[in-house]
């Protein structure tokens, strides 16, 4: 399997398991997080770990990140510093970069400025789990 360079940034519920799903499948995971806390937490999940502002250029270029695969901003919250972050990578040529979004409006913000892949993970989930309850095999005594 050839091994892909992952970076996630925010290490809420949805960013950290992505980084942890990716750390145990044996990717290279930078993990990403303006708070010291959720990067310590990290370290045993990920690759490489640091503390930094989404919104700050300067330190995601010295991170490097321009040279990573995929980039995955995982922060709603916030739809200012998703959205800054988002077009950052863009700008800096980063070729896969997928958004978690908050809700439509962020959702087309995103669209506009060049995000590769939007997800909506409760909306998402929602639907996959509602697919497994119709598709289950319902025994009826
Ligand atoms: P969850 O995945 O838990 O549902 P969420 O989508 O509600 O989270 P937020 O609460 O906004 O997202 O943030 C997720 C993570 O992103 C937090 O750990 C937070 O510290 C981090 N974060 C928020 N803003 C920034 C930023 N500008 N730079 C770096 N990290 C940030």
């Known amino acids: 399997m050839v091994k892909k360079q992952f970076a996630v940034i925010g290490l809420g519920r949805f960013g950290s398991s992505v980084c942890k799903e990716l750390y145990k499948q044996g990717h290279q995971v930078l993990a990403i997080d303006s708070n010291e806390e959720k990067v310590n937490e990290m370290t045993r999940y990920s690759t490489h770990s640091a503390i930094a502002n989404a919104t700050d250029e300067k330190a995601l270029q010295s991170l490097g990140i321009r040279n990573f695969d995929y980039v995955v901003v ?3 919250g916030d739809i200012q510093s998703s959205i800054l972050c988002t077009l950052v990578l863009k700008e800096f040529g980063v070729e896969n ?3 978690k979004a908050q809700n439509y409006y962020h959702q087309r913000v995103l669209e506009k ?4 892949r939007i997800v909506h993970p409760e909306q998402d989930m929602g639907i996959r789990i509602a697919q497994h309850l119709t598709s289950e095999k319902i025994v009826d005594y």
């Open 74 to 76: 995982a922060i709603s």
């Open 97 to 99: 970069v997928w958004v």
């Open 113 to 116: 400025i060049g995000a590769d």
